[in-house]
């Protein structure tokens, strides 16, 4: 069983940034995505950014495309999800993910992830 812990979440004003991280634990082999999923208030649950195993193939959902890095440390176990230019469209709790690299878990089908963190609160300040 594998056990993802998020943290790094807060409150912060439009414009500003925020790093969001992903812990690891217990038998990941085998799941080389991780995606980050957010889900606010009254809306549903949306895939924001997910990478493979080295790291060397990454997608992002259009809204957050060029304003939301993610990256992986493999010798820390950890995810990362940096956010720059946040706006309050990005307030949401968000969630990390493990799952194996197939088509749905590469174009950030929530399906396709087996495995999920508690989420971390991130509220964007207008």
């Known amino acids: 069983q594998v056990q993802l812990v998020e943290s790094g979440g807060g409150l912060v004003q439009t414009g500003g940034s925020l790093r969001l991280s992903c812990a690891l634990s217990g038998r990941t082999f085998g799941l080389d995505a991780i995606g980050w999923f957010r889900q606010a208030p009254g809306k549903e649950r949306e895939g924001v950014s997910c990478i493979n195993k080295s790291g060397g193939t990454t997608n992002y959902a259009p809204s957050v495309k060029g304003r939301f890095t993610i990256s992986r440390d493999h010798a820390k176990n950890m995810v990362y999800l940096q956010m720059n230019s946040l706006k309050p469209e990005d307030t949401a709790v968000y969630y990390c993910?493990?799952?194996?690299?197939?088509?749905?878990?590469?174009?950030?089908?929530?399906?396709?992830?087996?495995?999920w963190g508690q989420g971390t609160q991130v509220t964007v300040s207008s």
């Open positions: 993910a493990a799952g194996e690299w197939t088509i749905a878990t590469m174009t950030l089908e929530a399906p396709g992830y087996k495995s």
